[in-house]
């Protein structure tokens, strides 16, 4: 019914919401890869394979963080 309706028409907007979050997020993000792949070239082979990995788990950590940042806010938000 009605409710039913509202309910996955909210739902569509958070998603939506969250979605955009985590694409900016990725885009931000990926502008900085560049910039901490040429630091990363600098580095000597051990070095390099620790650093990529720490980028790599700072690059999920950050897109997670985003999106549980605007979950926490998204209740608040006036479209729904």
């Known amino acids: 019914g009605e409710l039913n309706s509202e309910a996955c028409a909210a739902c569509l907007l958070v998603t939506n919401r969250l979605s955009d979050v985590l694409n900016k997020t990725r885009a931000d993000l990926e ?5 901490n792949e040429k630091k990363a070239a ?39």
């Open 31 to 35: 502008l900085s890869h560049v910039a």
């Open 42 to 80: 600098s580095i000597d082979r051990v070095q390099k394979a620790q650093t990529k990995r720490w980028l790599k788990n700072e690059y999920r950590v950050a897109l997670r963080a985003s999106v549980e940042d605007e979950v926490e806010k998204v209740c608040q938000r006036e479209e729904l």
